[in-house]
């Protein structure tokens, strides 16, 4: 007897979703809670868990079609079919290519240097040779390995032929891949410190396993070397390079509403300048016992996130909305922090930031920011944000001219803090001094926001961080 499984309601507003990626196949085995399959919607990603347990008996959705709440996208059943078996075979044709699309270009990469290790059971034949299963899931990736338990009884009956021709290739190619991977491959850090040290890597014998070539082979070698010749360090090439991907439906939804929210508003940016060595100072006194007592370490984001919360209290048309000839006022400071992902920019919201501390607010950020990239969130969290703080420093930049996204009608950016030669007064008379500063920028909806609107509070923000007086507001 089948069951059918059908598309979960993933939120109060979500009513269609997109079947991004199957994880399992037709006559695979499922238990209770096991994830089935990915699908996206315009406010999250999510794994779709299976509420029983039982055999894949159809796929009733593809991947990349977009179905209604409610419509059903697989059949389970209980396996004692005899059409089960049937789709195995297929199911195992296809494992091979599917992870291949599906794992990204790091796990490709960290993949790789596991080759020598899986060399040795591979030149091994003998023990394999009478048996169809083994044979046919050692040419399955090794992404696919987790399934051998549910497709094995499926190749029993199959004809010893094909095990046959399979078992003499294993060996064959073994040595090949064995040998490109201890004298051809290594990691991105040792690449860099061949480049850093000037060391040409085809000249290097490893010491690894297999022949790998280590962080300390590089060092020896340019010790070695009498006149080693520095090169440029040359960033990795991306796989993407020369190819043409289609956008994820996440990256459409987040096009279609800059595009909408550049078109329906009037948007400009002002940028201020922020001494923040105080801040920084005591940063530094009480991070070891900041992250002892709240388990999350501490870094500057709580710092201008509170600080923009107080200053949305005092101007509160910075956290305000348009509605037609309407302004409306919220009665809380709703914010959403940026967080990238490898599926796109997400903006998952911290309810009341206006009434947390430094701790509470690294805490929430730091489950919001770790839930959001495991695609743990509801599609509730990303929604309800009254103002936004995007923290582009974190990758390096100096500053930017961040989008405000509507309802919203700004958005703070802050930059990387550097340390600068600074003009600073001491005793009455200026004098040069190396200060830790931050460019915080403003983009703001001329539409109700003036100039002078985001001048006060930008320059509330600077005052409360340059005093920095937040050893009563630190929580611990």
Not at 255 to 284: G, I, K, N, P
Not at 362 to 382: C, F, W, Y
Request: proline share 9%; hydrophobic share 40%; net charge negative.
């Amino acid at each position: 007897m089948s069951e059918s499984v059908s598309l979960p309601a993933l939120g109060e507003s979500v009513t269609e979703g997109t079947v991004t990626r199957w994880l399992k196949n037709v006559g695979d085995r499922v238990e209770v809670d096991e994830p089935l399959l990915e699908v996206s919607t315009d406010k999250v990603d999510t794994e779709i868990p299976s509420p029983v347990a039982g055999v894949i008996e159809s796929i009733l959705v593809q991947e990349d079609e977009t179905v209604e709440v409610g419509a059903p996208l697989v059949l389970i059943g209980t396996g004692d079919g005899a059409a089960a078996p049937s789709p195995a075979p297929a199911a195992s044709e296809e494992a091979p290519q599917q992870p291949a699309e599906a794992e990204p270009p790091a796990a490709q990469a960290t993949a790789e240097p596991q080759i020598p290790e899986e060399v040795a059971p591979a030149q091994q034949p003998a023990p394999a040779a009478p048996q169809a299963a083994p044979e046919t899931s050692s040419t399955v990736a090794p992404s696919t390995e987790a399934e051998t338990p549910a497709q094995a009884p499926a190749p029993a009956p199959a004809p010893e032929p094909a095990p046959a021709q399979q078992a003499p290739q294993a060996p064959a190619e073994a040595p090949s891949r064995a040998s490109h991977a201890g004298a051809g491959y290594v990691t991105p850090i040792v690449r860099k410190l061949a480049n850093e040290h000037g060391v040409d890597l085809s000249t290097v014998t490893g010491t690894g396993a297999g022949g790998r070539i280590r962080k300390q082979d590089v060092l020896d070698a340019g010790a070695g070397a009498k006149a080693p010749q520095r090169r440029a360090p040359q960033p990795e090439v991306s796989p993407l390079r020369g190819t043409t991907q289609p956008m994820s439906r996440l990256r459409k939804v987040v096009a279609e509403r800059a595009v909408a929210s550049m078109q329906a508003s009037a948007q400009l940016t002002s940028v201020v300048e922020v001494d923040v060595t105080a801040v920084a100072a005591l940063r530094d006194r009480v991070k070891g016992e900041f992250q002892s007592k709240t388990g999350v370490k501490l870094s500057f984001l709580p710092f201008f996130t509170l600080a923009a919360a107080e200053a949305l209290k005092a101007y509160p048309i910075i956290n305000a909305s348009v509605d037609g000839e309407n302004i409306v006022y919220p009665d809380s400071e709703n914010i959403s922090i940026a967080v990238d992902t490898e599926r796109g920019l997400l903006t998952p919201v911290v309810r009341n930031a206006g009434e947390l501390d430094i701790a509470g607010l690294a805490k929430e950020i730091a489950d919001l920011a770790a839930r959001t990239r495991d695609n743990k969130l509801t599609p509730d969290e990303l929604a309800g944000g009254t103002f936004t703080v995007t923290n582009t420093g974190s990758r390096g930049a100096l500053f930017d001219t961040p989008v405000v996204f509507l309802p919203q009608v700004a958005i703070l950016g802050t930059g990387i803090v550097t340390k600068k030669p600074a003009v600073v007064t001491v005793d009455g008379a200026d004098a040069i001094a190396i200060r830790s500063t931050v460019y915080l920028s403003l983009s703001y909806d001329h539409r109700i926001v003036d100039g002078a609107d985001a001048a006060r509070f930008l320059v509330a923000v600077k005052q409360r961080l340059e005093e920095a007086a937040f050893e009563d507001s630190l929580g611990i």
